[in-house]
Each structure stands twice: as C-alpha cells, then as structure tokens.
C-alpha cells in the first residue's frame, strides 16, 4: 500500500484526488455532522413505525398511530360541510327572491355559484361570462328566455334543445336558403332590413325591399320592429348585440342555414343547490332582471 501525500502546510494526510493542482484533504467529517446524519435515521426508523411509510399492494403500511393526510382532508372537508348546513339548508328551502334578499345568504349563494360556473360553465360562456360566437354573454341585458331569477333558473334546470329533457327550451330557425324557402335575393334583401332594425348601415332600397318579405316570414318569432319573443326564444334584432355576430354575411349565413346551439340540462347533472347557487350567481353578473 502506497503511502499517501501529507500537506505541507497543515500536516493532514490527502485523499490522493488533485484538480487542477487543488488536493483534497483527507479530513475527518464534523462531530456534529455526524450525529445530525444519526439522528435523522433514527428519526427515519421512528416515522416509519409512527406514520405511513411502506407501499404495500392496494395500500401503505398505517403506522402506529393510525394517521394519513387523506384522512385528516377528509375531516377537514366534514368539518367545513357542518358549518355550512344551515346556509345550504336554508338555500335549499327557500325561494330565489328571498335569498337575493338576505345579504348573507346572497353572498354564499353567489360565491357556491362562482365555483360552481368555473367548473361546469366557463368552457362555452368564459371565465368572466362574455361568452363567445354562439355562446351568450351573460354579463349584458340580452336575455333570449329571460334574465329574472325564475328564467335562468329554467334554462339551467332543462337547458336549451337538450334532446333528453322534454322540458327543454326549444327555438328552432327554419332554414331559409337551404330548404328553398327564400331565393338569395330576398335573402340579401332580408338582411340589408334586419341591418336597418338594428341601426346599422345599410343598402336602404334593398332594405325596403326586404321589409315585405321579413313581415311574411320573421315578423312571426322576431316582432315587426325585431324586438324579438321570449316565449318563443325568438332573439331581439333590434340592437346592437349579436350572437354570431352582425355583419352582413353573418346574418345572410344564419338566414340560409342557421346555427342552433344546445346547452346541456343541468338538472339531471347538479343538486338543487348547486342550481340555486348558479342562477344567483348568473343573476348577479350585471345582467340578471
């Protein structure tokens, strides 16, 4: 066996390792280190008799004292849901008026709803509701079945053209240039006067010619002026909010084959509460009537 290097200049034997003339001192590890590096594997032998330590096949080993952070979210969870029964009780015994009006109730219910929208709404209405091409903002007063508390609160239970709900709201544009009912013509004439009911810049002779023709087959669900029909779903196309959008090739597109969005019920799928808490919720974004 070689005998190792001792450093010049403070007698420590080296480890024989060198980096770019550096020598590594063969050293004795601290005391304190020592008994830190101990400590931690008694510590480690203690935990694992204490806690959850070894995966076994469908589950860990428990531990003496029988602890597991599930278990303690578990009862943390329990603990919030006692808390919050009388307010959800009292939710879901109550009409919607009478929740508006109790302020506390009212901000339970509004903050449930938030949560609630943030898992099941925002992928077709967004995040902060102002919806998109085909999926209605909820933030504005143009309500197609009803802003009050009692409409919403419909339109969430049995949503719109959901084919499993009979009691689904149901508003269905005929297909005017696809099934032959208008030539492209009185299309185009019809959507120059659809532009005038909303105020927007228009074709005026074409508009005056399609007036005719709007009266003989929209006038029916949209109004003579286009205020539109809430019993029927029938949208108001006096303004200037749209659901595809308003220019002129938008609304000749949706007169010659129209789109007709679904919203899923929501009864079937969420609990009376979470309903209640929704239609506040969608009541309070600015909207609500």
Not at 2 to 13: A, L, Q, T
Not at 42 to 49: E, H, K, Q
Not at 170 to 181: C, V
Request: glycine share 12%; net charge negative; proline share 4%.
């Amino acid at each position: 066996m070689s005998k190792r290097e001792v450093d010049d200049f403070s007698g420590v034997e080296t480890t024989g390792h060198e980096w770019d003339g550096i020598r590594e001192l063969d050293n004795p590890m601290p005391r304190w280190w020592l008994w830190t590096f101990l400590a931690c594997i008694v510590w480690a032998f203690g935990y694992m008799v204490f806690y959850p330590a070894w995966p076994l096949l469908n589950e860990a080993t428990p531990g003496v004292l029988g602890y597991s952070s599930r278990g303690e979210l578990h009862q943390e969870i329990a603990d919030v849901k006692a808390s919050r029964a009388g307010l959800i009780a009292r939710i879901e015994n109550l009409p919607l008026e009478e929740i508006r009006r109790d302020d506390d109730l009212r901000q339970f219910a509004t903050n449930g709803g938030r949560a609630a929208f943030a898992v099941n709404c925002i992928q077709c209405h967004g995040s902060g509701a102002a919806g998109s091409a085909g999926s209605h903002n909820l933030n504005d007063d143009d309500w197609i079945w009803g802003g009050n508390l009692e409409a919403i609160e419909t339109t969430l239970l049995h949503g719109v053209r959901h084919a499993a709900d009979d009691e689904s709201r149901y508003s269905e544009m005929p297909a005017f240039g696809r099934d032959g009912i208008l030539e492209k013509p009185e299309i185009k004439a019809v959507t120059q006067h659809v532009l005038s009911l909303a105020g927007q810049p228009h074709e005026a002779e074409q508009a005056e010619a399609g007036r005719e023709i709007y009266a003989e087959n929209c006038a029916a669900c949209h109004g003579e002026t286009g205020k539109g029909d809430r019993e029927q779903g029938a949208p108001n196309l006096s303004d200037s909010i749209w659901l595809y959008a308003g220019s002129a090739d938008e609304i000749e597109r949706q007169i010659n084959v129209p789109r007709h969005g679904v919203m899923p019920a929501w009864g079937g799928r969420l609990d009376t509460v979470t309903i209640k808490q929704l239609t506040i919720y969608v009541h309070s974004l600015g909207g609500g009537e």
